[in-house]
């Protein structure tokens, strides 16, 4: 049973009378967003223990995540039921979750980045690539370049093949900006992908000011309203319809919910917002 967190804590926040009330929150997620025969059935598996709880993003709760992180750890858990949580390395209380098997994904090794980018590349590639990988910022706490994150390998690559015979970004930041950059592209002419750029700034400010890692028109709404680019919204709402947003996953349409592709972005655009000094945090 597949639970994504930023999903749980939206419907924890519009029908918190309904999970308070529940045999467990697991309960309660089905019991709103599957079909009656379905709830049903998943219902009967965490009954009888017969199910495995996949918990996906247990930092990604926002200003439910200590709710929900004691909810796990004091209900279902004692429930006895089978979980699997799965977190980013810096989400996690130790001490909390010390009953629980841990398992973490190593960084990938100088080879394992080489064979990765070679699929992609090319030898060709690969070997116009490895000086600027060499001279990639190092990760604080692995010790390692910053490329040993699959994610960021993904975006050395995505820049390398848009700037051939350019200089390559040098600090995560560039990264970051130059990714981020090329994403945007994807909405059409690179006129109006840059005029995008300060409302998805925005978008992403207000969401993530609000503790949430789902997106609504509310949000988009606001963000609008903040830069005075109502045309954009429009424009934006139809490109992530239409799968021209890397940046966005579009999670429904009606309500409209959405989400960063990855909640690094997220936070990536609201520091920048901050450090514009037209953004500020609430109080």
Same mark, same amino acid.
């Given at each position: 049973?597949?639970?994504?967190?930023?999903?749980?804590? #939206?419907?924890?926040?519009?029908?918190?009378?309904?999970?308070?009330?529940?045999?467990?929150? !697991?309960?309660?997620?089905?019991?709103?967003?599957?079909?009656?025969?379905?709830?049903?059935?998943?219902?009967?598996?965490?009954?009888?223990?017969?199910?495995?709880?996949?918990?996906?993003? %247990?930092?990604?709760?926002?200003?439910?995540?200590?709710?929900?992180?004691?909810?796990?750890?004091?209900?279902?858990? $004692?429930?006895?039921?089978?979980?699997?949580?799965?977190?980013?390395?810096?989400?996690?209380?130790?001490?909390?979750?010390?009953?629980?098997?841990?398992?973490?994904?190593?960084?990938?090794?100088?080879?394992?980045?080489?064979?990765?980018?070679?699929?992609? %590349?090319?030898?060709?590639?690969?070997?116009?690539?490895?000086?600027?990988?060499?001279?990639? $910022?190092?990760?604080?706490?692995?010790?390692?370049?910053? /490329?040993?994150? $699959?994610?960021?390998?993904?975006?050395?690559?995505?820049?390398?093949?848009?700037?051939?015979?350019?200089?390559?970004?040098?600090? #995560? !930041?560039? %990264?970051?900006?130059?990714? /981020?950059?090329?994403?945007?592209?994807?909405?059409?002419?690179?006129?109006?992908?840059?005029?995008?750029?300060?409302?998805?700034?925005?978008?992403?400010?207000?969401?993530?000011?609000?503790?949430?890692?789902?997106?609504?028109?509310?949000?988009?709404?606001?963000?609008?309203?903040?830069?005075?680019?109502?045309?954009?919204?429009?424009?934006?709402?139809?490109?992530?319809?239409?799968?021209?947003?890397?940046?966005?996953?579009?999670?429904?349409?009606?309500?409209?919910?959405?989400?960063?592709?990855?909640?690094?972005?997220?936070?990536?655009?609201?520091?920048?917002?901050?450090?514009?000094?037209?953004?500020?945090?609430?109080?």
């Amino acid at each position: 049973i597949l639970i994504k967190i930023q999903l749980l804590q #939206t419907h924890l926040l519009e029908a918190s009378d309904s999970f308070a009330s529940a045999w467990n929150w !697991v309960d309660a997620y089905l019991k709103r967003v599957e079909e009656p025969a379905v709830y049903r059935m998943l219902r009967q598996s965490m009954v009888a223990r017969r199910s495995l709880i996949l918990l996906d993003g %247990l930092d990604e709760g926002g200003e439910k995540r200590e709710e929900i992180e004691r909810h796990v750890t004091e209900v279902l858990m $004692p429930q006895g039921h089978v979980l699997l949580a799965t977190s980013r390395p810096d989400g996690i209380d130790a001490s909390r979750f010390g009953r629980f098997y841990q398992l973490s994904l190593v960084p990938l090794t100088d080879a394992q980045q080489l064979q990765a980018l070679e699929r992609r %590349l090319g030898s060709g590639g690969v070997r116009e690539l490895r000086p600027h990988l060499e001279r990639m $910022p190092i990760d604080e706490a692995t010790q390692q370049r910053i /490329t040993s994150n $699959p994610l960021m390998l993904s975006m050395v690559a995505s820049i390398f093949e848009l700037r051939t015979g350019l200089a390559m970004p040098e600090t #995560t !930041v560039q %990264l970051y900006a130059e990714a /981020t950059r090329a994403m945007l592209a994807r909405v059409g002419e690179q006129r109006v992908a840059l005029a995008l750029t300060p409302l998805v700034q925005a978008v992403f400010f207000e969401a993530h000011v609000a503790g949430q890692r789902v997106i609504t028109a509310s949000h988009l709404d606001i963000a609008a309203h903040r830069v005075a680019d109502e045309r954009g919204r429009g424009v934006l709402r139809e490109a992530v319809e239409m799968d021209r947003m890397p940046l966005l996953s579009l999670l429904q349409t009606r309500p409209l919910q959405l989400q960063a592709a990855h909640l690094s972005f997220q936070e990536y655009f609201a520091a920048r917002a901050i450090c514009t000094g037209a953004y500020r945090l609430p109080e």
